[in-house]
């Protein structure tokens, strides 16, 4: 599906190689967010003369980039955010080379991944060649099919329809099927075959959108579904953590970067914007004035700022602050005393059970001494199970789901864990943004729009949700503007 991004990936990649052009009087720019669309918009603005104030709530740059060391040992670590980057995101990529960071390949899946589903424990492979293996009950037109194949099969002639379809025809097409959620289009499908329950729900266990059941089948399909899933894209993960990347801007910015400064109230003046914060530290109020302000705070953690005047802000603008949010998001990382499971022929766990997915790290394959499992990874709905636990009840049960593949070695090898539950950051409030069916074509035009001297970036105004490309994007778009005023 064509992106709006790829419109402007000669002219934005130009800007990370070779800066802004300088432009009008120097203005002094404040930029609510050290995650990558703040650091990159920060970054650019510099270059370009103005003076930048970065403020961040949390005490670390990257925002949704996180990787975790401690108290893990060995040089051990986990990537809490993002953890995969496609190789055809041409932004991030050119960062990435542009700092000098190494990659390694991101295996997202082999033939020996693990399917535990319907009480059934079935290779990839075994699957590949016999979908009816994990007993879904399928009518008879959906058997012997995989759930990549029957979700092809829904969704191809809609694809190729849009790709033929002249610009104003696929914004009515985007109009039309922005009303439609993920289930509700495979069940009642206007172009190919319609899928019965059954098939639905091997559709979102297998491809990861369980999760899911209220949101737009255009996100999902154009975000999650055929990035991750589709078996075509190549991922890598950058050596040593992936907050590496947000870290190589720290030598540029980190005399403009604050750090734990909760912003609890922006003032728009006719000449002014004002930014009131608190330190996290020492609950010290402080006041930060400029000609303009740059957010890349996520809406759902935006609605906790008070905004003066209300009137500063158009109506659909609150609109989307207010209905917009980010998913849940959780993960388990759990530090062993061996990496037991590379001795077992098993590759990445899909399941049913509470941890959902599971991953071997691709870092430090085969290395001797403690490692690390992805034990869990669970998002939308399915991570609201573990709202409900604490770390300790959290562990116990992802042990317990480890436990049926591996057996008691898990109890045996079992060092230490860390949850990680994006809905209680109280500065992302979620992990990334999905729309609800309606929200792509009531609100997504307005979402980046500048309002008064308030301009708006981060992966949620960008044309590629829960990437850390579409954060560039909106960093790159945002500094852009900013620029030019």
């Known amino acids: 599906m064509q992106r709006v991004y790829e419109e402007s990936v ?28 703040g650091l990159v918009a920060g970054s650019l603005l510099k270059k370009a003369g103005h003076d930048v104030v970065i403020l961040e709530g949390n005490d670390r740059v990257g925002g949704r ?3 975790i060391r401690e ?18 995101h041409q ?6 080379a542009k700092f000098g960071l190494s990659t390694n390949p991101f295996i997202n899946s082999k033939p020996n991944d693990l399917f535990m589903i319907n009480g059934q424990k079935v290779f990839r492979s075994e699957y590949e060649q016999n979908p009816d293996l994990l007993q879904f009950h399928l009518l008879p037109h959906e058997r012997g099919k995989t759930a990549k194949q029957l979700f092809l099969d829904a969704v191809q002639p809609f694809l190729d329809l849009y790709r033929s379809s002249s610009d104003q025809e696929k914004k009515k097409l985007e109009d039309q099927f922005s009303n439609f959620s993920m289930g509700e289009y495979l069940r009642n499908n206007p172009y190919g075959p319609s899928m019965s329950n059954h098939a639905v729900r091997m559709i979102k266990l297998l491809l990861g959108i369980e999760g899911f059941p209220e949101f737009s089948f255009l996100d999902i399909l154009i975000d999650i579904t055929f990035p991750i899933f589709n078996g075509q894209t190549e991922f890598v993960e950058i050596q040593g953590g992936n907050d590496r990347l947000p870290h190589a801007f720290l030598p540029e910015l980190i005399d403009n970067i604050y750090f734990e400064q909760k912003v609890t109230k922006i003032v728009h003046n006719h000449n002014r914007v004002t930014v ?30 008070d905004i003066f005047p209300f009137g500063c802000l158009s109506l659909k603008k609150w609109q989307a602050i207010r209905e917009v949010i980010n998913v849940p998001a959780v993960k388990i990382g759990i530090e062993f005393k061996s990496r037991f499971w590379e001795r077992y022929p098993v590759g990445n766990l899909i399941s049913d059970l509470p941890i959902r997915f599971a991953y071997q790290a691709s870092h430090h394959q085969g290395m001797p001494g403690p490692g690390i499992l992805l034990a869990s990874y669970t998002w939308g709905q399915n ?4 709202n409900s636990l604490g770390q300790k009840e959290a562990t116990k049960q992802v042990l317990e789901n480890l436990a049926r593949v591996y057996g008691n ?12 539950n994006w809905s209680q950051n109280p500065f992302s409030a979620g992990c990334f943004t999905l729309f609800t069916p309606g929200q792509s074509r009531d609100l997504e035009d307005v979402m980046p729009l500048p309002e008064g001297r308030i301009h708006f970036a981060g992966e949620q105004t960008s044309s590629y949700h829960g990437w850390i490309e579409g954060a560039i994007e909106s960093g790159i778009r945002a500094a852009k503007e900013m620029n030019h005023r």
């Open 10 to 37: 000669k002219e934005y990649k130009s800007y990370i190689l070779e800066g802004l052009p300088k432009f009008g009087n120097k203005k002094r720019i404040l930029i609510l967010g050290a995650g990558m669309a």
């Open 65 to 67: 980039v996180h990787t």
């Open 71 to 88: 108290p893990f040992t060995n040089g051990n670590y986990i990537d809490v955010g993002a953890m995969r980057i496609p190789k055809n």
């Open 91 to 96: 932004y991030v990529q050119t960062y990435i």
């Open 276 to 305: 009131h914060t608190e330190d996290q530290r020492f609950s010290k109020p402080s006041c930060w004035s400029g000609d303009l302000l740059l957010t890349t705070v996520p809406f759902s953690a935006f609605q906790f700022i």
């Open 383 to 386: 991570a609201l199970l573990f």
């Open 409 to 420: 070695v898990v109890y045996e090898e079992y060092m230490q864990s860390v949850v990680y």
